[in-house]
């Protein structure tokens, strides 16, 4: 049975843009690839007040892990939730680029706790007050967690991916999921499957297993809540292209900058906790230690007053 999916409109739209000769955002990658350093905004801000600086148009991902609101913290605790989330969500429309993509963290299990703000309550603001397009749901399935007696134990949270526009951009090729040579073979036999596409890796779905940090993981930064450097690697790859800015407004630990620097994005990031620089000078010290084994890179941080060098606000 033929596919039905939006995906299949992608198709027939890539192959009208090939034969007019044109370009799909998705191709925007091989025209950003000749920069050499990039820049990090890090400040301890508001989210609203930092989206407020920042001009229309000129984001390709946001990375949005907020608050659930279920207390783990001081900072996880937000009166009238869905209205001040909405305020955040009408402006990283206006931040994102066309080519845009907005990824959310969050988890349907949590709406009794959270009492008015969940995932499900964000997305439902998304239907009913935004354009963008709901493109994945995204299941994030973690082998560790804590046990259960009155219901299932929980091993997965839930990921939003909005996209701007129709033309947003997607790599799949970056995330695709190697074969071993093996089962490479096993593949091959099947006349339905592409070759050139199996030895590039298949795709890894949208349910992603990656575990959650343990509490002694050599990730560790000292934050609460980090999520795993694999599970931002895999969006910011995928949903951006090299030289283009991410932008993370709860950054937390600041794994989204690390990343970023890693994969030669620029980024901005902010968090309200004064902590946050201090979480990412363990980063980007850990990232030192990494380069001994792999290539070099280069970036430079800006931090108060020196933002205006930032691709984002130089224009
Ligand atoms: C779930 S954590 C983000 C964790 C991050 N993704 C990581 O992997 O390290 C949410 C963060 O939002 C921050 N936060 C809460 N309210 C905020 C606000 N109004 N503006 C900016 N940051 C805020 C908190 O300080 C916290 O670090």
Redesign the pocket.
């Known amino acids: 049975m033929s596919n039905r999916s939006h995906r299949n409109a992608g198709h027939i739209g890539m192959n009208i843009l090939r034969k007019k000769g044109l370009q799909h955002s998705s191709e925007l990658k091989l025209a950003a690839s000749s920069f050499e350093t990039t820049s990090h905004v890090i400040t301890v ?3 609203l007040e930092l989206l407020r600086q920042v001009p229309d148009n000129s984001i390709q991902l946001v990375v949005c ?4 609101n279920i207390n783990v913290a001081d ?1 996880d605790e937000v009166e009238r939730y869905v209205d001040w989330a909405g305020a955040w969500l009408r402006e990283v429309e206006r931040v994102l680029a066309p080519t845009g993509n907005l990824v959310v963290f969050g988890g349907l299990q949590y709406q009794g706790e959270a009492g008015s703000g969940d995932l499900l309550s964000l997305i439902h603001w998304m239907r009913q007050h935004s354009k963008m397009l709901l493109a994945n749901l995204i299941i994030w399935n973690y082998p560790n967690g804590m046990s259960a007696q009155r219901f299932f134990a929980n091993r997965h949270e839930e990921i939003a991916w909005f996209a701007k526009s129709t033309k947003y951009f997607f790599d799949l090729d970056a995330v695709r999921k190697k074969l071993d040579p093996e089962t490479l073979e096993i593949y091959k036999r099947d006349k339905r499957l592409n070759h050139e596409n199996l030895q590039k890796g298949i795709n890894p779905t949208n349910v992603w297993k990656i575990p959650r940090l343990n509490g002694n993981s050599k990730e560790r930064v000292g ?1 609460p ?3 795993p450097k694999a599970l931002i690697e895999r969006i910011v790859r995928s949903l951006s292209y090299p030289g283009s800015t991410v932008l ?9 900058t690390r990343v970023a620097v890693e994969t030669s994005r620029h980024s901005i990031s ?4 004064k902590e946050f620089p201090t979480y990412i000078s363990r980063h980007l010290a850990q990232l030192q230690c990494d380069d001994l084994l792999s290539p070099p890179v280069n970036y430079r941080l800006l931090t108060d007053g020196d933002w205006s060098e930032h691709p984002v606000f130089s224009g």
């Open positions: 801000s508001d989210c892990d907020p608050p659930y900072w934050h809540t980090q999520k993370d407004f709860f950054a937390g630990s600041g794994v989204t902010a968090d309200i906790d």
